[in-house]
């Protein structure tokens, strides 16, 4: 075995060698509990090349920490301080307008935790009352509103977006009509994607029925498809997975259409290459079982423009390797992710 | 980062700034100036759009600390600011660079301080080559890097920095440092 884990090394599958690298990883960090870490060093025992693996690693972080480092001159606070000044925030410091403030968070806070009882409610003691995957989106803004931080302040306000276009939950828009499993004919191997969304507020119903309209599932790990309750158990550990076969555009259009609405906020792209090494464990079990729910059509959005330019311009940032573009399948994992972490 | 004497005194400085006593800031800003500095540097690839950003994440952190609970230390939370500022600069970075035509990753020369004199000639070599490897690492990796390598935050801070759960940042740290170290040895061939 070589030191590049990506590159296939693993007989296991790639859900098990996903499972390696983090485990492997917060070893060296020396971030696991006394349990896994004895499982790393069984590990370890069995394959020196890992610890050859290990041994780089460590070398590459003492020359980094070796570098010379950059430093601000004396005169930078007092240019600080002439910005806040010129800036004028300093009155919004008033004693009152900090209680103001504070009240204010608590009773976003109590709203929020509100809403989570209700949802709460409604998963366990109606549950007849909403379908399963009502329950899974459901078990999402639980999380969010169980988690909450206080959100970091953006450079820039946000955008004046185009109104989105969101079907009510239980619209009659036809939901991809005529759709064809693009996997199967094409014979390509896929590749990955790994996209991770904030969901900040977003109305239950409304992504609801975008996930609908494109045939999102979620599914755990192993590429099935989650109950309510299993999806609840996952929200804890602050991540859930979307996970779907398509053309990239294909996948584009329905980020876009998330992306779009003024609920959600689209950060943290990862493009091809990133995951197409180690692909996604769960791919085989999840094209086997939902091969046909899977598939998303290209929908055309236009008022979704302006988003789909800045999304390619950080994705094309963010990419490591042109070669992977292109309009081939592609698998891609869609983290959703509670913006609390 | 965890050390609670030092999070007990920062509290303080921002409970007094908050009751209107602005000189405090100026406590926290000399106190981390540097080392957010040095951060948003190795990110940016450029010193003089880091000075830029470290100054925008004090003024923002300013005016919103009375939203800063406490829960993670400040300097977590105003690397989160300062991180946010320095992504919103990249994709202007990137627009702008889309339109000339040009590269859109600059190099990075060695700050005033080294590589150091006495420095042997190997040392030298070897960060010029982590400099060159550095340059070419993707943005994601780069930084994720930077907040572990260099400012060494824990897995917990940097998911908060980076907004993402901490099995993300154990995977992407992986991919990362493997990335590396097939850079470093191009950038040695």
């Known amino acids: ?341 | 980062m965890n050390n609670p004497r030092a999070k007990h005194e920062d509290r303080e400085w921002i409970c007094r700034t908050i009751d209107g006593d602005t000189e405090s800031f100026g406590f926290l800003v000399r106190k981390y100036q540097d080392r957010l500095y040095n951060g948003m540097v190795q990110i940016l690839r450029n010193e003089s759009e880091a000075e830029d950003v470290v100054q925008d994440a004090f003024v923002l952190a300013f005016s919103k600390l009375d939203s800063f609970q406490g829960k993670s230390a400040f300097f977590t939370w105003l690397y989160r600011i300062a991180y946010n500022v320095a992504i919103t600069r990249l994709r202007r970075r990137k627009r702008g660079v889309s339109l000339d035509g040009d590269d859109a990753r600059v190099r990075l020369d060695f700050p005033d301080s080294g590589p150091l004199p006495n420095d042997s000639i190997e040392k030298q070599e070897q960060a010029v080559q982590l400099y060159a490897a550095l340059d070419r690492l993707s943005g994601e990796h780069r930084s994720i890097l930077v907040l572990r390598e260099m400012e060494e935050l824990d897995y917990d801070a940097i998911a908060e920095i980076l907004e993402l759960p901490v099995g993300t940042v154990r995977s992407r740290l992986h991919r990362a440092r493997i990335r590396l170290r097939e850079l470093l040895e191009k950038v040695m061939d």
């Open chain 1, 1 to 341: 075995m070589t030191g590049n884990l990506n590159e296939g090394d693993f007989d296991e599958s790639n859900f098990e060698r996903l499972k390696v690298e983090r485990l492997l990883t917060a070893y060296f960090d020396n971030e696991l509990e006394p349990a896994e870490r004895g499982e790393v060093e069984t590990m370890l025992a069995e394959n020196p090349d890992l610890r050859g693996l290990l041994d780089q690693w460590q070398s590459s972080g003492d020359s980094l920490r070796r570098l010379p480092t950059y430093s601000l001159g004396a005169e930078f606070s007092a240019g600080v301080r002439s910005k806040i000044d010129t800036a004028a925030v300093a009155k919004q410091h008033s004693p009152a307008a900090v209680v103001s403030t504070w009240d204010s968070q608590r009773v976003g806070m109590g709203g929020i935790v509100a809403l989570a009882a209700l949802l709460l409610l409604t998963l366990f003691v109606f549950p007849s009352l909403v379908e399963d995957r009502l329950d899974q989106q459901a078990a999402l803004v639980v999380k969010e509103a169980v988690d909450r931080e206080s959100k970091v302040p953006s450079e820039t306000p946000p955008k004046e977006r185009p109104k989105p276009i969101i079907a009510p939950r239980n619209s009659s828009l036809p939901r991809n009509p005529g759709r064809s499993p693009r996997m199967a004919s094409t014979g390509k191997k896929s590749r990955g994607v790994e996209q991770v969304l904030l969901i900040q507020n977003a109305a239950l119903s409304d992504l609801e029925a975008i996930l609908n309209r494109h045939e999102i599932h979620i599914v755990d790990s192993k590429g099935k498809t989650l109950d309510g309750e299993n999806l609840l158990a996952q929200a804890k550990q602050g991540m859930e997975a979307i996970h779907v076969v398509s053309e990239k555009a294909s996948m584009q259009n329905a980020i876009n259409e998330i992306a779009d609405h003024e609920s959600v906020t689209v950060t943290a792209f990862t493009m091809p290459g990133q995951l197409g090494s180690r692909a996604i464990g769960n791919s085989k079990s999840a094209k086997t079982e939902e091969s046909s729910a899977l598939q998303l059509q290209p929908r055309d959005f236009s008022g979704a423009a302006e988003t789909a330019r800045e999304i390619n311009e950080l994705n094309d940032w963010f990419k490591l390797d042109d070669e992977e573009q292109g309009g081939e399948p592609i698998e891609c994992l869609l983290l959703i992710q509670s913006l609390s972490q």
